[in-house]
């Protein structure tokens, strides 16, 4: 007990030298090395017991924990943030300079279906789930810094609360839509030759030969099986952070945390560029998406593979056979459906 | 309802073939599976659909916040309510069928034909309660759980007249129509 | 307003009613009797969804009989309908329906899409909205007696022919006898070995029956352009001719639409309920096979599949008749795989067939028939009525198919046994 007195009296620096003080001694306080073993400052993990049973309830203090949690603040939001915000900045830049690719020669009017209801469905009911989550994640992770400021304290309470149970109850229904997206679009995203030369040419920058593409190209691929491998590793670790129940220690939830908030930010830097490119970034590609159309001249000058085969079996439609696909009144006088 | 329900009916002067009553019973039952001549075409709707509404089903009359809102609000009694995973899968299951639902509503070239303002409203309103509720989730929020009961209300006062009506309107529906096939002597 | 858009508007606020009310309230827009309809799942034509052809009855109850709905328009909010919401749907529900009633199995919430159309038929016949062809026949069943235009001389010519065949008597007004037996113009023009059968098998199972000079024509043209007050006309002369000859029952033939006005919408036509019965050719055939009074020999060795006509089955209910007709002379007998209840329509049904403006569209839409003929492996399919069989024969042409049709009381009739006299 008096040992534990002593630290107050241990004088770190000595006596000032001018001063009239008489030399003091100078002891090594004894309680320091038990602290400092308590504290782990030379890394390793004491693990004691305890009358509480549970998962690491024998480690008095987590030393890890404290560096996990600087590691969060000062790396992860901190980088993470920098980012997110140096994707906006770069595809701004490269709009700026590229512009829209716009269809070579010009849309055609005549029109090759692309995308069936179904696959549609699920590359939007993922797309929704993924984006909910993003909001969600990204307010979780740097909502403090940045929205305290600006919401106050007590509306930034109400948005967090809200984005934690938000965020948890949408995480499992990624891992479903993942898997509905892996079954609808895996045959499509399997390598073919060609794909590698289109790698290391840069999709066309590099060289002049026109490059040959599939259905879809490398880049395409490379972000699908990206989304399905991270996108899996994501879920996962959520999947051990949401359901803390069996058995999971803190070195397994601080792993898997740093885990799931790198993979996550990857994807959603990603997912920016996949965005840009198939909206804003290529004429047509929204289209693509979202009435399942694509104008014959974009197939042919971005997947011209794909195109010879839609010509070849005879899928290419006009613009009047698209209208009546969709439901529009034929005009008067006109003939009826054939 | 009540103009459906208390309406006179012209009475039918041809010589029934069987029971209309047996034939409206029957389809208000068989109405629940398809045909299995169109079940493959219309698989998303039918899997879709059940995972929406058995889930919420089960969110709206089972989750514990609910049923001790109607125990201490409404009836004065409560019931057991579903365990927090039986909630969770629930929650699942009624989110991913009400996305994938409206999607199709947006993507479908027949749906985009017929479908109308109330049909989005109806899902887009009810996505909103079932968010809301999530969001309250922690139950330590009262601004939270105030917004979730606001959307609630909204819900309720669009309810009726609404395409939400259906909920209660298929019953007659299906007991006409299966009455008009039950005479002639036609299981539908 | 227009008087076509005044009439039109006037019978389907008529035609509201409580069933009515009932399933726009269940509707919610799913899109699953798109599926069940073969006019789109043969065209892919989004406005051939069944509930898209109610539209105008639904514009109808939404301004007028919904709460929103009645809210908008006493604000001014809501659009009045015009009349192109009544001349814009009729080439859909005249080309593209054929009233066949399988949207109406379909439908999760119940909705009698099927019934809702008819009820747009009937304000738009009132209105004058009609094609051509239907209102040319119906104009001829009225004043002629035949939506074809074929009199009594012609129908005595056919039975002279008959009794020349078969050596049989034709009995015609006799006055007290079990059966009166009605012919639908498309027989006596196409298919005179119906009458012959009657002839033969009747002669062969005992039974007392007879035509009438007053009401020989089954075919209900009103049915078919969905006027009310036409098909409760030319129902009352078939009520009329057998009440003279007072007839225990009448005769439905070999042909769809015919056997639904009569015996299912006629009294409701008339306001009244029979003196007498109606009974299907199929279901009397089949009640004297099961009283022993029809014995046949003989099988039908090549493949045959069977045709239900939608108002006979589905809309009918005699399922199982046919069949069990049929199990008795063919040993290769092939169900198609959507049978029964759920069959697909041909494509004629509802006037579809009387509709030259129609034609293309049917001839498209049979590639559904065609497709099951196919999957079956059958050379012959066998049906119960006669427009299905002319609309299926030409779609078996025109698609250059080695396929016969063939009638199944003609069948019946060819299977006989020889009995002495």
């Not at chain 1, 179904?118 to 989550?133: K, M, Q």
């Not at chain 1, 880049?219 to 099986?225: L, N, P, T, Y």
């Not at chain 2, 809301?132 to 006062?157: K, N």
């Not at chain 3, 009609?130 to 040319?136: A, D, T």
Request: glycine letters at 10%.
């Amino acid at each position: 007990m008096l040992c534990l007195l002593l630290p107050q009296f241990a004088a770190a620096d000595g006596p000032p030298k001018n001063s009239n003080y008489p030399e003091g001694v100078s002891a090594v306080n004894p309680g320091s090395e038990l602290w400092s073993a308590i504290r782990q400052r030379d890394g390793t993990v004491l693990q004691g017991t305890s009358q509480v049973r549970g998962v690491d309830s024998g480690i008095l203090i987590n030393a890890r924990g404290d560096q996990w949690a600087r590691f969060r603040v000062s790396k992860l939001a901190n980088y993470g943030g920098i980012a997110i915000a140096a994707v906006f900045v770069i595809l701004l830049i490269f709009f700026v300079i590229r512009g829209q690719i716009r269809i070579e020669g010009g849309a055609s009017g005549n029109l090759v279906r692309r995308y069936t209801s179904y696959e549609r469905i699920v590359h939007w009911t993922l797309a929704i789930v993924f984006l909910l989550l993003a909001l969600t994640g990204v307010i979780l992770l740097l909502g403090r810094p940045l929205l305290i400021p600006l919401l106050g304290k007590e509306v930034f309470g109400l948005l967090a609360s809200a984005s934690k149970e938000g965020h948890n109850l949408i995480g499992p229904l990624f891992l479903v839509s993942l898997i509905m997206m892996l079954f609808s679009y895996v045959r499509k995203n399997l390598y073919e030759k060609g794909d590698l030369k289109w790698l290391l040419r840069g999709g066309g920058v590099i060289g002049k030969e026109k490059l040959s593409v599939g259905f879809f190209n490398m880049g395409e691929k490379i972000w699908f099986w990206l989304l399905m491998l991270v996108g899996l590793v994501v879920a996962i670790s959520g999947l051990v952070l949401l359901f803390p129940n069996f058995g999971q220690g803190r070195f397994i939830m601080e792993i898997s945390h740093v885990i799931h908030s790198i993979g996550a930010l990857a994807l959603f830097c990603i997912s920016l560029g996949h965005m840009y490119m198939g909206s804003v970034g290529m004429e047509g590609a929204l289209d693509a998406m979202t009435t399942g159309y694509v104008d014959i001249n974009w197939a042919d000058g971005h997947h011209d593979r794909w195109g010879k085969e839609c010509h070849d079996k005879n899928l290419v439609i006009s613009a009047e056979e698209y209208a009546r696909l969709q439901g529009k009144k034929p005009a008067a006088g006109g003939d009826v459906a054939t | 309802m009540g103009s459906i329900i208390f309406a006179s009916r012209k009475q039918d002067l041809s010589v029934a073939r069987a029971s209309a009553s047996a034939g409206a019973i029957k389809t208000i039952f068989s109405r629940f599976l398809p045909h299995k001549e169109i079940a493959a075409q219309v698989s998303i709707q039918y899997i879709a659909g059940y995972l929406f509404h058995l889930g919420l089903f089960a969110l709206l009359f089972f989750a514990a916040p609910h049923v001790l809102f109607v125990e201490e609000n409404l009836l004065g009694f409560g019931w057991t309510p579903l365990p927090h995973w039986g909630f969770i899968i629930a929650a699942q299951a009624a989110f991913l069928g009400l996305i994938i639902l409206w999607l199709r509503r947006m993507v479908d070239p027949v749906l985009r034909l017929i479908s109308t303002l109330d049909d989005h409203i109806a899902a887009i309103l009810t996505f909103v309660v079932m968010l809301t509720g999530c969001f309250a989730l922690l139950e330590g929020s009262t601004g939270l759980r105030l917004l979730h009961r606001f959307t609630v209300e909204l819900w309720l006062i669009y309810f009726p007249f609404s395409a939400l009506m259906h909920s209660f309107t298929f019953l007659p529906s299906r007991a006409f129509t299966g009455a008009w096939f039950g005479r002639r002597g036609v299981d539908s | 307003m227009s008087e076509k858009l005044e009439k039109g508007l006037e019978v389907l606020r008529s035609e509201v009613d409580s069933k009515v009310k009932s399933f726009f309230s269940s509707c919610v827009n799913c899109g699953i009797c798109a599926e069940s309809c073969l006019f789109y799942t043969e065209t892919r034509d989004p406005r051939y969804t069944p509930i898209y052809k109610t539209e105008p009855l639904r514009k109808l109850w939404r301004n007028e009989y919904s709460f929103w709905g009645k809210i908008a328009s006493t604000l001014g909010f809501s659009k009045p309908m015009t009349e192109s919401d009544l001349t814009d749907w009729e080439e859909l529900v005249y080309d593209g329906c054929s009233m066949c009633g399988r949207c109406s199995m379909v439908c999760p919430v119940g909705v009698d899409i099927s019934g809702m159309i008819f009820k747009v038929k009937h304000a738009l016949a009132k209105a004058g909205i009609s094609p051509e062809g239907l209102v040319g026949a119906t104009q001829r069943a009225v004043d002629i007696g035949s939506p074809m235009g074929i009199t009594l001389t012609t129908v005595h010519a056919t039975i002279k022919h008959v009794e020349e065949d078969t050596g049989l008597k034709i009995p015609m007004d006799v006055e007290g006898a079990d059966y009166m037996a009605l012919l639908s113009s498309n027989e006596i023009a196409l298919y005179p070995e119906y009458l012959e059968s009657l002839a033969k098998i009747f002669d062969h199972a005992g039974v007392s029956w007879t035509l009438s000079s007053d009401a020989f024509e089954a075919t209900n043209s009103g049915l078919q352009i969905g006027n009310k007050a036409i098909a409760g006309q030319l129902v009352q002369r078939v009520v009329d001719g057998a009440e003279k000859l007072k007839v225990k029952n009448v005769i439905s033939p070999e042909c769809g639409h015919a056997y639904t006005a009569l015996r299912w919408e006629g009294p409701n036509f008339i306001g009244k309920a029979y003196s007498f019965k109606v009974v299907h050719i199929m279901e009397l055939l089949d009640e004297l096979f099961a009283a022993g009074r029809i014995k046949t020999s003989g099988m039908e060795s090549e493949r045959l599949t069977f045709h239900d006509p939608c108002s006979i089955v589905r809309r009918g209910g005699i399922n199982a008749q046919p069949r069990n007709l049929l199990e008795s002379i063919s040993e290769n007998f092939i169900e198609m795989a959507d049978h029964g209840n759920m069959n697909w329509c041909c494509g004629g049904g509802g006037g579809v067939s009387s509709n030259e403006r129609a034609e293309d569209l049917k001839l498209t839409v049979f590639n559904k028939k065609k497709s099951q003929i196919e999957a079956t492996g059958a050379t012959g399919v066998v049906t119960a009525c006669s427009n299905c069989r002319m609309v299926m024969e030409e779609g078996v042409e025109t698609n250059e198919m080695d396929i016969e049709l063939l009638g199944l009381t003609e069948m019946i009739a060819a299977h006989l046994e020889d009995r002495p006299n």
